[in-house]
């Protein structure tokens, strides 16, 4: 039996980009299982291996898999023309720090453009009656406090890629305030929901980004290898990818029935599960040691800090009262759990065993479905 949250996507035409990315994959299988009719626009997966070829997903009929890029808006604008969503989820990004040091053009074009031409689209189709665009944790000015970020602290993210995100916001609140309003009217501006979901560090199976603690311990354990760690003491929220789906689909869903539910939000864990990078692999490698065979490589890490690295922030976590109180959402898994799961999905994934049953299984465990 499906959960209420769930139901509600049974039959509804939504359209995500990004569908290809870690995100998107598990956002994808969770909509699709759902009962939901997907239209994913998205480059191709970023890595191989990649969480997408895995989920096996040309047995749903009602999923209709589109490579595009968000920066070509006459290509985007064919899809919604012929798909006619009436919800848009917008994940498509290039999401990683140190690439954005590395290509800050690339970075900029896709988190800033990139939101242009679907907003352009949204605004440009009669359908859709609920957008969300996916920002980051790191939208903020960081101050490096030790109190979390509120809703209306000042945006300024310090690198390339967290700057292109708070622009995306900007983006965001622009296109609200120009083209939507509370109704349809004379002068053009259409009734369309439009909210942004301030997400943090995500963690997970199926995850091969490079740049990304779990992803590194579970290919220095591919390689029998010891898990090298850059910066042990920068201390994130870490949460589970299903935690931030969940509230993504909320947060569509409630502005979809309900305009007034249309805004800024921030998305993250409990301070119990704000920990350091060096505590974070501390418990990957206790949960994968647990029940290890004798001749089983045991996982062990060691303090790998770069001179003269790209900067990152320190400390960073997020005030989550407004979903609480708002949506009556808490979060279902802490961070010993979420790392039990990712450890069990990764276990399934280097022995050759059916990672789209894995995805459903844990989609099943957590929605209660």
């Known amino acids: 039996m499906q959960s209420e949250l769930l139901s ?28 939901a009719e997907v239209v994913g626009y998205s480059l191709n997966p ?36 012929t798909y ?3 919800i848009v989820l917008h994940l498509a990004a290039q999401p990683i720090v140190r690439t954005s040091y590395q290509d800050p ?16 689209c949204v ?3 009669a359908s859709v009656k609920s957008f969300l665009n996916v920002t980051t944790d790191k939208v903020y000015k960081n101050n490096e406090w030790c109190w979390g970020y509120r809703e209306n602290e000042p945006l300024d993210g310090f690198d390339p890629y967290s700057n292109s995100k708070s622009c995306s916001e900007l983006v965001t609140h622009s296109y609200r305030s120009s083209f939507f309003s509370d109704c349809d009217g004379e002068d053009g501006r259409r009734y369309v929901a439009i909210s942004t979901a301030r997400a943090g560090n995500v963690i997970g199976g199926g995850d091969f980004a490079k740049d990304r603690i779990i992803p590194d311990c579970v290919r220095a354990m591919e ?49 119990c599960d704000c920990v350091t990078t060096g505590e974070l692999v501390d418990l990957f490698c206790r949960k994968w040691n647990e029940g290890a065979e004798a001749e089983e490589k045991k996982a062990a890490w060691e303090n ?12 960073l976590k997020l005030d989550t009262s407004l979903i609480k109180t708002t949506f009556g959402w808490q979060p279902r898994w802490h961070i010993d759990e979420c790392m ?4 069990r999905f990764s276990k399934v994934w280097l022995s050759g065993g059916d990672v789209a049953a894995e995805m459903d299984k844990e989609i099943e465990e957590f929605f209660g479905c």
């Open 340 to 343: 039990e799961k990712t450890v």
């Open 46 to 81: 970023p890595t191989d291996p990649n969480l997408f070829s895995l989920a096996q997903f040309s047995a749903f009929p009602t999923f209709h898999h589109i490579i595009g890029d968000v920066r070509d808006l006459e290509k985007m604008k064919e899809v919604f023309i």
């Open 8 to 35: 509600f996507y049974k039959g509804k035409k939504v359209l995500l980009t990004g569908h290809t990315g870690f995100k998107g994959t598990w956002l994808t299988r969770i909509l699709l299982d759902a009962g």
């Open 105 to 120: 053009v690339g970075t900029y074009s896709t988190n800033v453009i990139g939101t242009v031409n679907v907003l352009e």
């Open 223 to 271: 390689r029998g290898e010891v898990i090298g760690v850059r910066n042990s003491y920068s201390t994130r929220p870490y949460q589970h990818v299903l935690e931030p789906l969940s509230v993504y689909l909320t947060i569509a869903k409630a502005q979809y029935e309900d305009r007034k539910y249309s805004g800024y939000y921030n998305v993250g864990p409990d301070d």
């Open 123 to 125: 605004r440009q189709t």
């Open 84 to 86: 006619q969503p009436e």
């Open 304 to 315: 790998n800090a770069e001179a003269n690295a790209p900067h990152e922030a320190n400390f």
